[in-house]
């Protein structure tokens, strides 16, 4: 089916798939905008952006750190690139266990 809008769409889907939850329009709404940020991240990837995006950040309105907005990708310069491998691979992965492998490799600021 082809829609002229997204609000028709939205609209559908809030009537036919979202029905039984308390703000349908609410749900397609965001059912909606989670494949608008699938399809950006696999855009910017296709790019090869892969490696410079951050994901759910947090960024300053009109440059006041008071005034917050998370955003959904951000893109970032690669500084540098390095490989670590870690013992014991069954543990969970944390910057504590990394960090160390890197302490002679990198300038860390604020360590």
């Known amino acids: 089916m082809a829609y002229h809008s997204v609000d028709q769409l ?22 909606l905008g989670t494949l608008v940020e699938i399809i950006t991240f696999y855009l910017l ?8 995006i951050a994901i759910e950040r947090s960024l300053a309105e009109y440059g006041n750190p008071e005034i917050a907005h998370n955003v959904e990708y951000s893109l970032h310069p690669i500084l540098g690139k390095h490989s670590v491998v870690l013992p014991c691979p069954k543990l969970l992965i944390r910057a504590t266990r990394v960090l160390p492998e890197l302490k002679d490799r990198l300038t860390l600021v604020g360590f």
């Open 10 to 31: 939205q609209k559908v889907l809030a009537d036919e798939v979202f029905h039984y939850t308390k703000d349908a329009k609410k749900a397609a709404g965001r059912a």
């Open 45 to 52: 990837k296709s790019w090869g952006f892969e490696h410079s």
